[in-house]
């Protein structure tokens, strides 16, 4: 019932982790996938590395999904302080729903800590209102989490989720960037729907068409 999809990462890495295995289904059923990085956290890289590291890992990293380049928007706001221009992401926002008109979209969970990932999920859910939308779930921020709906996948979704993840090597030493967790995750979410894998989700809109 979808035909396009639109994933919104706060920073750089966040739709792979927290939707890449239905990205690489999606992209495998001919959807139209559309991913929104809203900052490179250039504030954050480490001083031995370029600035526009993630930048340039962000885009290896969708196309291994299999997301065409012209498909990818990044935007440059500043790490940790996305809540300052909530107004600002809120206009893109709007202008990216009248450019593509999705019918589905991926947001981080309203329950996220993290500041970065709770403004683009608040002023997604604003901008995106009349869509379906669900909320992708990032474990080490979230302390509440409703599965509510899940996307079976299969091995080699996982794989590809995986491979496009380790293009990500400035964020390699993370605890959570090991490809033992991202198998054990997507199997633990399996389990709970009696299938190999996958990934949940809360959802916020669901509209029948």
Known sequence: MFERILV????????????????????????EVYYVA??????????????????????EAVKRL??????????????????YVRQEILEELVKIKNEIRPDLVFIPSPNDLHQDHYTVAKEGMRA??????LAYEIPWNNITFHTQSFIKLERKHIE???NA??????????????????WSWAKTRGVQIGAEYAETFEVIRWVIK
């Open 128 to 133: 995106f209102k009349q869509c379906s939308i």
């Open 165 to 182: 993840l380790k293009a990500y090597k400035s964020q390699r030493d993370r605890f959570y960037a090991t490809p033992e967790f991202i």
């Open 66 to 83: 299999g997301i065409p380049a012209s498909n990818l928007m990044i935007y440059r706001f500043k790490v940790r302080k996305l809540n």
């Open 38 to 59: 809203f900052s490179t956290a250039e504030e954050s890289v480490p001083p031995d590395m370029p600035k526009n590291i993630l930048e340039v890992e962000v885009k």
């Open 8 to 31: 919104l990462a706060p920073h750089t890495d966040d739709g792979e982790f927290g939707c890449g295995g239905s990205i690489v289904k999606f992209l495998e059923e001919e959807k």
């Open 160 to 162: 590809k989720k995986i």
